[in-house]
Structures are given as structure tokens and as C-alpha cells.
């Protein structure tokens, strides 16, 4: 399978880049690690006329951690590289749980987490993994930068909030205020399928009570799913098995599942509240 | 040889704008001009003849087409061909050497790793890769390494006891290190 002919650029700049994408207009593609973007191309779903290739653009494969404890994350920073990351692991280890989740190994050794992001798949993990833990994208474009929270970034199915002429540069994750804990969980058919259902939840503590916390849903809705109400009656208290049971109920309210071939809404939704469960009972196990 | 099939297509567009890349496969420095749309499966096979890299499922999912890019392990009809200009391409015609097969390769043949054969080439780099980074995997990490390259007739008993094989075999040839 052939994609349709487009021009190709492969910028030097960043500046070069978001000159190329304005001058695009709306036909105009950022390909970066490419492992949605040329099947798409291929299945000639997308026909761009212009591919502006980020990889050649120095300085957008980085993922470091600032002096006030953020975490960034490159537009070229592939999965495979954050499933390699002892940084990762030290310091934000619900991040360094689902990289090795994504996709399969090849893919990730090309595919990127902003990319992966700017998608905006709902069944993508890192757009719940990074909305529970409240980052954001950072938007450079003709006239500067921008720093859009991810709640506000994925508009929804395979939208995103960036105009035609910016490119994601990176993502950022703020620097957890009390102690970290929580994970992602995925159900998936096979390695390398989309998840059935994923659930990430973020929880920040001072000793037993929790500061803040976030949870958000891959694959039970149109988009990536908050579950802010879920999140909310986590925190103030310690993990209690009651608090864990509400928590898990308001996250399955909150979900949006269709039936399809991996399985009927309902398992769909029984499963959100099942994961949910599943991951504080088992922060609280790591705590004890 | 480096010549590439142009890819006929609807009615004439004017001239096709093409990219003119220089791709080292392996060891083999090939100046190659192509049309940006060309992915790396296709100038390997098409445009280099080198067709031990085969296309399977077309759409990301089977691994057949795996080969190394700068030593990582890629899926070749999932990047384009201008991508790897500049970069160092490995593919299975480039384990063997003169002097006989590339252990992983004796390994297939010695644990019987395959059997129709389509998937192995990409098996082949996908291992090749992974014991570059973990000389001495478990069977649970050579099943990791291996889980975007599919297989249909041997149900990976066979292709995980080959890695293995190959493992300990590389293994056996590196000279012990200085106590």
C-alpha cells in the first residue's frame, strides 16, 4: 500500500519547521515517530500534501527533569527510550509502568509519547497517563509558545487543540508535590493491540492522606476520559477499602464504553471499575 | 541496483519530486533517489533487491519486516525511505558473514525455529537486537523482545529455544573477561 504523493521536508530548525507548517496551510502534517501517521497514510485516511519530518530538528529528543522537579518530555523522545529510563523509574514511576505497555517493541522504537499525545487516539495510553498526572503540551508556533493542559489538548476522537502551524514540542509533567503512587492498567487482546480498557490513576500523599489525585480512562469513550469526580473523593483522607469502592464506582459512571468486538459496555465498564480498585488497593499493599 | 520502481499512479501529476538519500545497508553506502512516499520495506526489496525482508501484514501489526535502523529494531513499512537517509540499515542478508552463518541463524536451523519461514527474517533482527542489549536473556525476556513479530505456524516454542540457543552459543564464543 502506497500513501498519495505529498512533498516531504525535513527541516533543520524548529523555526524552519513552523515556517514550513504556515506555509502549509491545513494540508500540512508534523511526522515525528510515524507510528500512526503512515499507516494512516497508507490506508490514504490522511492525504497531506506537505510532511514535515521533526526528526532531523535538533534538540526534541530529550526527556530531563527541570530544577523544580517537572519532567519533560521531547517530541522525539520514543517510547522505547522511556521504557529504558532509570530517570523515569526514580521519578515518575507511573510513566516508567505504561511505556512498556504501548503498542510493541518495534513500534516503540519509533513511536513517541508527544506524538502519541497529538493523535489523540482514546485508545492511546499515554493521553490518560499524562492527563491523571496533570501535564501538558508546550505548543511553539509563528508567533511563540503556549502550554496547553492535556484536559484541553485532546479535543476529541483524533482531535487536538494545536493549529495547523504549531508543533508539540514536548510534554511536561509537573513535579509531584507529596509522595507519588498509582499506575495504569490496560486489558488488551494481544501484545500490541489497543487497549479494551485502560485506567491510569495518580495519587500524590502526605503520610495517609492524599493530596491529589487523578484519574483518567483509554478506550471507554469518544476521547480520553477525566474521571475528575472519581479523582476527587480520593482525596482529603487516607485509601480506605470504602473510599477505594466509591472512587472505583464514579470512575465507571464516568465511562462512555461501546460494545464491539473486544467486548459489550458493560465488561467495558466493569472493568473500569475494576482496574481502578485494582491499582489503589495495590498502592495502598506497596504503602503498608 | 540502486535503481527504484517509480510507482505508477492516476493520471500524470508533472514531475513526481523525488529526494536523492544516502542509506548504508549493511555495510553498503547506496546513494538512492526516490519519491518521499517510498517506505523502507519497498527500496529495500524494489529498489536494493534485497528481498529477505518481507512485508506481511502492511499495516503495523506482524513484524515481518523488521530491520535494524542505526541497530534498533524497526518495522520497515512503517517508516519512510527518506527517513533513513544518512542511517545504517541492517537486514537479514547481512548476518551471515563469509565464514558461515550468524549464530542466531544456526539456531533457527538447530532448535527447527521455523517452518513456513515468512516471519523469520524479521525474528532474526528482533533478536539480533535484543542480544545485543542482554547477552544472556530469560525465556520471559527473548517472549518480550519478540512480542511485535508475529508467527503462524510454530506457536514460538521453537523460535524462543533458538534465541536461547543463539545466546548461549555467542555466548560461548566471546573470550572469558579477565579475572
Known amino acids: 500500500m502506497y500513501p498519495t504523493r505529498f512533498r516531504y521536508e525535513a527541516p533543520r530548525s524548529l523555526d524552519e519547521a513552523i515556517g514550513l507548517l504556515h506555509e502549509g496551510g491545513e494540508d500540512a502534517k508534523v511526522l515525528a515517530g510515524g507510528q500512526s501517521l503512515v499507516p494512516l497514510l497508507k490506508l490514504r485516511f490522511a492525504s497531506p500534501t506537505l510532511l514535515v519530518d521533526l526528526n532531523t530538528v535538533p534538540g526534541l529528543d530529550h526527556h530531563d527533569v527541570d530544577e523544580q522537579g517537572n519532567l519533560h518530555v521531547g517530541a522525539l523522545c520514543r517510547h522505547g527510550d522511556l521504557e529504558r529510563s532509570a530517570l523515569l523509574k526514580s521519578t515518575q514511576p507511573v510513566m516508567a509502568a505504561v511505556a512498556r505497555l504501548v503498542a510493541d517493541p518495534l513500534v516503540r522504537n519509533r513511536g513517541t509519547l508527544v506524538g502519541s499525545l497529538c493523535h489523540a487516539d482514546p485508545q492511546g495510553d499515554w493521553a490518560s497517563v499524562v492527563l491523571a498526572l496533570g501535564g501538558s503540551v508546550v505548543a511553539a508556533g509563528p508567533g511563540g509558545r503556549r502550554s496547553i493542559p492535556v484536559r484541553d489538548f485532546v479535543h476529541g476522537p483524533f482531535q487536538n487543540a494545536l493549529a495547523h502551524d504549531e508543533v508539540a514540542v514536548e510534554a511536561v509533567v509537573p513535579a509531584p508535590r507529596g509522595i507519588p503512587a498509582g499506575g495504569y492498567l490496560k486489558l488488551e487482546r494481544r501484545v500490541g493491540d489497543f487497549a479494551t480498557v485502560g485506567v491510569a490513576v495518580a495519587i500524590e500523599r502526605d503520610g495517609d492522606t492524599v493530596t491529589r489525585a487523578g484519574i483518567a480512562l483509554t478506550g471507554v469513550g469518544a476521547a480520553t476520559i477525566e474521571a475528575a469526580d472519581a479523582a476527587q473523593a480520593l482525596v482529603g483522607g487516607p485509601l480506605t477499602g470504602d473510599v477505594i469502592e466509591h472512587a472505583a464506582g464514579l470512575a465507571a459512571q464516568a465511562a462512555r464504553p461501546q460494545g464491539d468486538h473486544r467486548g459489550s459496555a458493560e465488561f467495558k465498564r466493569h472493568m473500569v471499575r475494576v482496574f481502578v480498585r485494582r491499582i489503589l488497593e495495590q498502592t495502598g499493599e506497596r504503602a503498608a | ?179
Not at chain 2, 72 to 86: E, H
Not at chain 2, 110 to 127: P, R, V, Y
Request: hydrophobic share 35%; with cysteine; charged share 25%.
Open chain 2, 1 to 179: 541496483m540502486t535503481s527504484v520502481r517509480v510507482i505508477e499512479e492516476g493520471p500524470d501529476q508533472g514531475d513526481v519530486p523525488t529526494r536523492r538519500i544516502t542509506v548504508t545497508v549493511n555495510g553498503r553506502r547506496s546513494v538512492v533517489e526516490c519519491e518521499p512516499r517510498l517506505l523502507l520495506a519497498h527500496l529495500l526489496r524494489q529498489g536494493l533487491r534485497l528481498t529477505g525482508t518481507h512485508l506481511g501484514c502492511d499495516t503495523t501489526n506482524c513484524g515481518a519486516c523488521t530491520v535494524l535502523v542505526d541497530d534498533r529494531p524497526v518495522k520497515s513499512c512503517t517508516m519512510l525511505a527518506v527517513q533513513a537517509d544518512g542511517r545504517a540499515v541492517t537486514t537479514v542478508e547481512g548476518l551471515a558473514s563469509p565464514s558461515g552463518l550468524h549464530p542466531l541463524q544456526e539456531g533457527f536451523k538447530e532448535e527447527h525455529g521455523l517452518q513456513c519461514g515468512f516471519c523469520t527474517s524479521g525474528m532474526l533482527m528482533a533478536a539480533k537486537a535484543l542480544l545485543a542489549e542482554n547477552p544472556d536473556p530469560t525465556e520471559d525476556e527473548v517472549r518480550w523482545a519478540l512480542s511485535g513479530n508475529l508467527c503462524r505456524c510454530t506457536g514460538y516454542q521453537n523460535i524462543v529455544k533458538s534465541v536461547l540457543w543463539a545466546a548461549a552459543k555467542l555466548r560461548s564464543d566471546e573470550p572469558e573477561p579477565e579475572a
